[in-house]
């Protein structure tokens, strides 16, 4: 079956720096694919890649069948990737409910939804995004792209900075979402957090990939745990 994402031997600089040399992936619709790797192996850039914020030189990325060479970033948005960005990027000014109302797309997820499965953020809805922990920040991060009902999600470390019970909860609330059968491709410095979410892995170094495969394979592989992630 053709995965509703295909990444295909991308090629992205930053400056004159090459930094993607060839990456590959694919997710299949309902998967969840986890892009693992050390600091500065790539996987922002490649994040970034996808969403045309630092469109590739090289290679092609394929969604749903359609080739988004030549696609503003907007255009992938509206064409169903959501991105939920390292620094969240909510909008401090407006009130969480202001936040999911000009995210607001399609059908499915609308802000009430969001609020009867996130009571933490349907708790703030009238308070400033700036007014926020890290944690209700991040929540609300994954609750605008869920209102645009995209059909893939694109994560970048959501458990970034969170304290351990916060990441649980993070950790839930994504898993209710791959119950729902939302594609997703994560990228998580946690190991543990990415292994109860993923179906497959694929491991990045120096913006090449190291290793792909089943995620439960690669609890076993110990060295390229070892080589590439430092677990
Ligand atoms: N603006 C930039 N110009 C040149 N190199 C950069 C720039 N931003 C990041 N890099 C380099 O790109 C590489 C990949 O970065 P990134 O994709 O952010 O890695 P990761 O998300 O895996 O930590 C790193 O080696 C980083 O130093
Ligand atoms: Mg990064």
């Known amino acids: 079956m053709e995965p509703l994402l295909r990444v295909d031997d991308i090629q992205t600089y930053l400056g004159e720096s090459h930094i993607l040399q060839g990456v590959s992936l694919e997710a299949q619709a309902g998967e969840v694919v986890a892009l693992l790797g050390r600091n500065g192996a790539g996987k ?27 696609l503003k970033t907007h255009a992938v948005a509206r064409a169903g990737i959501a991105f939920v960005q390292e620094q969240r990027a909510i909008f401090p000014s407006l009130t969480v409910e202001e936040n999911l109302i000009i995210a607001q797309r399609g ?18 809805r009238r308070n400033g995004g700036a007014q926020l922990s890290g944690g209700e920040q ?7 792209a869920l209102v645009a009902n995209p059909r893939l999600i694109l994560l970048d470390e959501p458990s970034e900075g969170l304290a351990p019970i916060i990441v649980e909860q993070i950790l839930e609330l994504l898993l209710k979402l791959k119950a729902t059968g939302l594609t997703m491709v994560l990228v998580e410095q946690s190991f543990a957090l990415a292994m109860a979410l993923a179906d497959r892995a694929v491991v990045l170094g120096k913006g090449r990939v190291r290793w792909s495969g089943a995620a439960q394979e690669l609890r076993a592989a110990d060295d390229i745990r070892h080589a590439w992630l430092g677990v």
Do not use: C, H, N, Y
Request: proline content about 6%; glycine content about 10%; overall charge positive.
């Open 44 to 70: 922002t850039t490649t994040l970034r890649s996808i969403m045309r914020i630092t469109p590739p030189r090289g290679g092609k990325v394929m969604f749903d069948g359609q080739d988004l060479a030549g």
């Open 107 to 124: 059908e499915g997820w609308t802000m009430e939804r969001v609020f009867d499965e996130f009571p933490r953020v349907a708790a703030r």
């Open 138 to 144: 991040q929540m609300l991060a994954i609750a605008r």
